[in-house]
């Protein structure tokens, strides 16, 4: 079992920047996958984008590439979510997700482990 605490989220104007981090304590694999994905009130949790925990593959949902970057620092055990450009749309609670191999990174059901959330505000 993998532990993730997510931190970073806030208030902040439309344009503007976050970064958001969490950190993995527990088992990890060299096959893991580390996933974030945001829930809005009365929505759905979507796929935000993710990472290979070894070899630092990321993958994005195709509207936020390019504004959002995703990356890890192994030596400090976490994940991060650079987010530029922010819009009053990407307002949402935003979560860190663990899965160990297998395809659909894309998937909150392939997830096993999930943090608490940090929540993000975009004001107009």
């Known amino acids: 079992q993998v532990q993730l605490v997510e931190s970073g989220g806030g208030l902040v104007q439309a344009g503007g920047s976050l970064r958001l981090s969490c950190v993995v304590s527990?088992?990890?694999?060299?096959?893991?996958?580390m996933g974030w994905f945001r829930q809005a009130p009365g929505k759905e949790r979507e796929f935000v984008a993710a990472?290979?925990?070894?070899?630092?593959?990321?993958y994005y949902a195709g509207s936020l590439k390019g504004r959002f970057t995703m990356s890890r620092d192994n030596s400090k055990n976490t994940v991060y979510l650079q987010m530029n450009s922010l819009k009053p749309e990407d307002t949402a609670t935003y979560y860190c997700?663990?899965?160990?191999?297998?395809?659909?990174?894309?998937?909150?059901?392939?997830?096993?482990?999930w943090g608490q959330g940090t929540q993000v505000t975009v004001s107009s």
């Open positions: 990472i290979t925990w070894s070899g630092g593959n990321t």
């Open positions: 997700g663990a899965k160990v191999g297998g395809a659909n990174w894309t998937s909150k059901y392939a997830y096993n482990d």
């Open positions: 527990g088992r990890t694999f060299s096959n893991s996958v």
